[in-house]
């Protein structure tokens, strides 16, 4: 995407790049009249041997696939890199059809990403078996890892062969991370252990005692939070809202919010320790008191940035009895925009508001349709939670504004709250999705700048009136988080004075051309992101959520003051640049060039 014409792409050539003691030296490459040092693709002469690869699967233990798109069961055959095989299976294909929108069925997968823009769309379910199936952006060879040997096992071959590398969990990612073109992907969803502690022993000088919980890479939030309510007494901890992605993966490392950040702060602020792979191969434990750099980028600094984890131990906290509502302004009551604006106007005006009451809140916004679903008041009454939501509907009474908000609901556990009121989402809409975290001040000065530039985020163009979407999170990370127990993780010091990480989607036509890929990507950049930055000038953004072209990414990621921490610590963990996740620290070097395929160093 958005990437320079296709002039020449020849090789040259050029002494021999990164030559680290046994690293295959980078490929020269010529594109586009610039200079280029790629990493090994097949076809090079550097592409590791048959017999080479058979030694990688003896040591994987025969965990090594071929990768064969799911979809290819609704195809003749996949033109693969490697072989073409028929793969026409008329039960799978309906099975695979089915499944497409299934968030997890996509997460079970070997390589499927829920955002299908990020793998050319080139094998997709269809009716019609004689259209092409192709890897796309997808990696060539999977290792199916379930042991850190496994782990070591393709970090040590990708980098001594100079292969493109991937780390792939759940697939969530919604800026393509955890897929390359002709990679080597190492999927570690497979990694599922839960281990619930009531009293922590870390290394010698550690001082917190309580409780706690060791997850492997793979475990997802929904079913942590599960095994969590279920200990004895009951315990909760920072997850997602969305419950299928997974929490030591590229959720905690780019920080993770979810429905207690307002009370505990970030995923990053609560964790105790890692264990990781480095980009060397070498088993680490990270917390504060070993390794705490490493422990520190880890943090929030970006997800596939430093090391691989395999496993983290996070705080957690009593599950107690907690409330939820819900707040519609919809067609079903009003259809004049007027009144309908002013609703949101209204609702958004209380987001510092509801943060210093303790909430968290998640909403969709769309043509003619706010849906609040849910409010979340962890440790509170349904009483207390209708008495912070009052001002709320006194407001939109006054003003008119016709909506839906039954009284609030108590819940025995903050776990019924969350199975009873955050859903699924469903997975492979084509759309490119952008993000921007308003600030408290933007909030209480600047609301209805805002509320402008929601409209320009659902109607950015004269041709794409209502076809935008938004789904807001108020929460703060700031409001139970001190101030110097903030400044521990490697996030941007903004958010703890933010109140609404609000994401955008742009409908991409199906099966669009990268002209209009680029189109919609202007779009985002140059339009949407825009009018949001100009109306929350104190905002920042947020990595996992986020466009990944915005311009100064640096900057609105991770702030002057934490971003060159982060480069520092990425030079020194991953000199060679093993791993490599768009926007992330130590990536300015770094160039897909040929329209999504090789991954370069700029010469
Ligand atoms: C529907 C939906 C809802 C979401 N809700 C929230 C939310 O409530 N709060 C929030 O903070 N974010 C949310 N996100 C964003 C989410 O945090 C990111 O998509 C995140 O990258 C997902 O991480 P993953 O590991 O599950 O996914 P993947 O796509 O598999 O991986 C994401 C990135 O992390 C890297 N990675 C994964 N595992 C490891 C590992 N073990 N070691 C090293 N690198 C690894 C990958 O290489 C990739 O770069 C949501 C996303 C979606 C699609
Ligand atoms: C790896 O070994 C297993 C078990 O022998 C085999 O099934 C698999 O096809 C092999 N993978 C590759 C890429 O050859
Ligand atoms: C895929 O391979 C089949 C069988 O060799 C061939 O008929 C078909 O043209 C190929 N398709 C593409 C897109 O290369
Ligand atoms: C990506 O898709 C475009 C057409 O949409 C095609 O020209 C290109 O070859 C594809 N690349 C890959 C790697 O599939
Ligand atoms: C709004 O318009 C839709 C579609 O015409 C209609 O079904 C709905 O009843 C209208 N709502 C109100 C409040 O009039
Ligand atoms: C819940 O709130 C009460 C006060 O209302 C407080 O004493 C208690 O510590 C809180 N529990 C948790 C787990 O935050
Ligand atoms: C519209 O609001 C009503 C309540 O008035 C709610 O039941 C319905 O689900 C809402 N529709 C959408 C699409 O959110």
Redesign the pocket.
Known sequence: MLLPHLLAAASFLIPAVAAGDKTTPLVPRTWNGKKYACKCYYGDACWPSASEWKTLNNTVSGRLVPFIPPEAACHNFFNGTLFTIPTYNAAQCADVTTNYPVEQWINDQDAALMWRSWTNSSCVPTTNPSTPCTPGYYGIYIIRATTKSHVKAGIDFARRHSLRLIIRNTGHDFMGRSTGWGALVINVHGFQSVEFTSSYRGPKKEPYTGSAVTIAAGVQGRALLRLAAAQTPPVTLLTGECPTVSVAGGFVQGGGHGPLTT?FGFAADNVLSFDVVTAAGTYLTANAHQNADLFYALRGGGPGTYAVVVSATFKT??D?PSAGATLYINSTLTNSSTVFWEGVRIFHGFANELIDAGLYTLYSLGPQMLRVKPFVA???TATQLDAVLAPMRAKLEAAGVPFTMAPASGYGTFLGLYLDLFDDERAGAPLLTGGWMFGRRDIAERNDAIVEAMKVALSPRADLVDKGYMVGHIFGPGHGVSKAKGAEAAVNPRFREASDLLLYNLPLPADSSIAQEDDIQDLLSNTVDRAMMRAAPDGLAYINEANPYMEDWQTHFWGPKVYPKLKKLKREWDPEGLFYSISTPGTEEWHVIEYGERLCKKL
């Open positions: 009370i906290f009593p107690v962890y440790n509170q």
